[in-house]
């Protein structure tokens, strides 16, 4: 089930607030410039399908988001338990950095959890089969997939470089819960 825990910067063993009900995360996202969306999943993709096939499955949803914000490139990332690189894929995005577009995912399959910083405040949003986030570009954030990650997502750029993580140099994210398995019902 999708989740937003909401914390302060400063204190990261209680949060003030935890929302499960999508409409209501994605409420409160959007007071944050966060998009949440819910997309209708295809149960006849799996992780282990070809990218063409996946992107066919969504291509109403891609097409529409392609044309509302003339993304450039869409691809799928597809990260399991048995990748030999998980746990360098993992370290790539655990600290606190943003990029120069929006980030943009849809996650098809599996999890991963977003944890963005906001003013004083730390906003964690677990993502599941079926969400889409759109994190606004310069919007300071870590991502974690887990130790034993197990996702598909489809990212959409507008650029070929708009992956690359412009790191802020703090330690925030290390004093923040990870994404563990206990945490995906």
Same mark, same amino acid.
Request: charged share 30%; with cysteine; hydrophobic share 40%.
């Given at each position: 089930m999708s989740r937003l825990r909401i914390f302060s910067d400063l204190d990261p063993a209680n949060a003030v607030s935890t929302i499960s009900e999508h409409a209501a995360i994605a409420r409160e996202l959007a007071a944050i410039g966060v998009t949440f969306e819910r997309w209708e999943t295809n149960d006849r993709i799996s992780g282990g399908d070809a990218p063409e096939k996946i992107l066919a499955a969504y291509k109403t949803d891609i097409d529409r988001l392609v044309a509302e914000h003339g993304f450039q490139s869409v691809d799928v990332a597809s990260v399991g338990p048995d990748n030999p690189k998980r746990a360098e894929i993992r370290k790539t995005f655990l600290d606190e950095h943003?990029?120069?577009?929006?980030?943009? &995912? /849809? #996650?098809?399959?599996?999890? @991963?959890?977003f944890t963005l910083h906001v003013d004083d405040k730390v906003y964690e949003v677990l993502c599941e089969k079926g969400d889409l986030i759109s994190v606004p570009d310069g919007t300071?954030?870590?991502?974690?997939?887990?130790?034993?990650?197990?996702?598909?997502?489809? &990212? /959409? #750029?507008?650029?070929?470089? @708009?992956?690359?993580?412009?790191?802020?140099?703090?330690?925030?994210?290390?004093?923040?819960?990870?994404?563990?398995?206990?945490?995906?019902?």
């Amino acid at each position: 089930m999708s989740r937003l825990r909401i914390f302060s910067d400063l204190d990261p063993a209680n949060a003030v607030s935890t929302i499960s009900e999508h409409a209501a995360i994605a409420r409160e996202l959007a007071a944050i410039g966060v998009t949440f969306e819910r997309w209708e999943t295809n149960d006849r993709i799996s992780g282990g399908d070809a990218p063409e096939k996946i992107l066919a499955a969504y291509k109403t949803d891609i097409d529409r988001l392609v044309a509302e914000h003339g993304f450039q490139s869409v691809d799928v990332a597809s990260v399991g338990p048995d990748n030999p690189k998980r746990a360098e894929i993992r370290k790539t995005f655990l600290d606190e950095h943003f990029h120069k577009e929006d980030e943009v &995912r /849809f #996650f098809v399959a599996g999890s @991963g959890l977003f944890t963005l910083h906001v003013d004083d405040k730390v906003y964690e949003v677990l993502c599941e089969k079926g969400d889409l986030i759109s994190v606004p570009d310069g919007t300071p954030h870590w991502f974690d997939m887990g130790a034993e990650p197990d996702f598909v997502a489809i &990212r /959409f #750029f507008k650029q070929p470089d @708009g992956w690359i993580g412009h790191f802020t140099g703090t330690d925030i994210a290390t004093r923040f819960p990870r994404h563990e398995p206990a945490e995906s019902p």
